[in-house]
């Protein structure tokens, strides 16, 4: 079975810094992918930014990066220069690439301010 | 807009009742996902359908019962309604059955059971 660990249940940052948002995973699988969504507050489910197990390159979308280290089973999101629009819940996920479901972590509530 | 619609976005109701919560997923997406969203217990998987057909069951109570119909769009029942059972209810889909893509959901359906 699949376990997901997000260790920080809040975090603040101000804007225009950068914060890192922690996750670990476990599975026994060799391929797998990992995720980051979003929540806002509007609480729509909003995927940030994906990255497959196979690929050692960090994955990267626009202000959002991803520190991956398969061998610690770590996962963690930097957001730079942190915008209000950024203020939401954080989940970290994970999927088996043989298997469809997707494990949620419990959350980081994230908050932007001025 | 991710594209999955999900009726009804609110929905309160008392003990022992039945309700339907229904899904549309994206246009060309087969597979249909039940998650649901409480405080306590975080995201949690309840079922998958793949063009019809149960793919995967999660922490789904029998008390709960889903299908997907031949237009695709999808069907969770839940039955003899309990104040636990008060949560988000999220529906997500995605293009195959397999865990190489990230799913896409739907804004919720918010249940309130008094």
């Known amino acids: 079975a699949q376990t997901v660990t997000q260790s920080q249940p809040e975090m603040s940052v101000q804007e225009a810094e950068t914060v890192t948002l922690s996750c670990t995973y476990d599975t026994s699988e060799s391929n797998y992918y990992l995720f980051w969504y979003k929540q806002p507050p509007s609480r729509q489910m909003i995927l940030v930014i994906r990255?497959?197990?196979?690929?050692?390159q960090n994955a990267t979308e626009n202000r959002f990066s991803v520190n991956f280290q398969k061998a610690a089973k770590s996962f963690s999101l930097k957001i730079s220069d942190s915008q209000l629009g950024d203020t939401a819940m954080y989940f970290c996920?994970?999927?088996?690439?043989?298997?469809?479901?997707?494990?949620f972590g419990k959350g980081t509530m994230l908050l932007v301010s001025p | 807009d991710s594209g999955v619609t999900q009726t009804p976005k609110h929905l309160i109701t008392a003990t022992g009742q039945r309700v339907t919560l229904r899904c549309s997923p994206r246009s060309g997406d087969l597979s249909v996902y039940w998650y649901q969203q409480s405080l306590d217990q975080g995201l949690q998987f309840l079922i998958q359908?793949?063009?019809?057909?149960?793919?995967a069951k999660g922490n789904i109570l029998e008390r709960f019962s889903a299908q997907q119909f031949p237009d695709l769009h999808s069907e969770l029942n839940l039955s003899s309604l309990e104040l636990g059972d008060s949560a988000l209810y999220f529906c997500?889909?995605?293009?195959?059955?397999?865990?190489?893509?990230?799913?896409?959901f739907g804004e919720g359906s918010r249940l309130t059971v008094l």
């Open positions: 996920a994970s999927r088996n690439s043989g298997y469809s479901t997707l494990t």
């Open positions: 997500a889909s995605s293009v195959g059955g397999a865990g190489t893509g990230e799913l896409f």
């Open positions: 990255q497959e197990a196979y690929k050692q």
């Open positions: 359908y793949y063009n019809g057909e149960e793919r």
